[in-house]
Nanobody, 122 residues
């Protein structure tokens, strides 16, 4: 069973910073794709940033230059450094991972974390 555990959300003033982490459950050998999505009240879930095992990175236009996605050396934890936060960044942030390999099997489907709230006050 694959589990993703997020941490690092909270309340911050506009212009401030937060760092989100998402750790995959143990005994995972590799993860092809990891990303961060967010969903604000009344809006659809949207991609914030993604990173592949090959190092390909993608950002939403709204966060380019302010957010940075990265992975640890093992490739099973993904981080999102969020700087110069704006009230429009307020949302629940979800971690997503796909193409996961363990010692027993390969999981082609996507998995989601439980979400972490980020609130930016003006």
């Amino acid at each position: 069973q694959v589990q993703l555990v997020e941490s690092g959300g909270g309340l911050v003033q506009a212009g401030g910073s937060l760092r989100l982490s998402c750790a995959a459950s143990r005994n995972i050998f590799s993860i092809n794709y990891m990303g961060w999505y967010r969903q604000a009240p009344g809006k659809q879930r949207e991609l914030v940033a993604s990173i592949t095992s090959g190092g390909s990175i993608n950002y939403a236009d709204s966060v380019k230059g302010r957010f940075t996605i990265s992975r640890d050396n093992a490739g099973t934890t993904v981080f999102l450094q969020m700087d110069s936060l704006k009230p429009d960044d307020t949302a629940v942030y979800y971690c997503n991972a796909g193409g996961i390999a363990t010692a027993q099997r390969f999981y082609p489907s996507d998995y989601w974390g439980q979400g972490t709230q980020v609130t930016v006050s003006s």
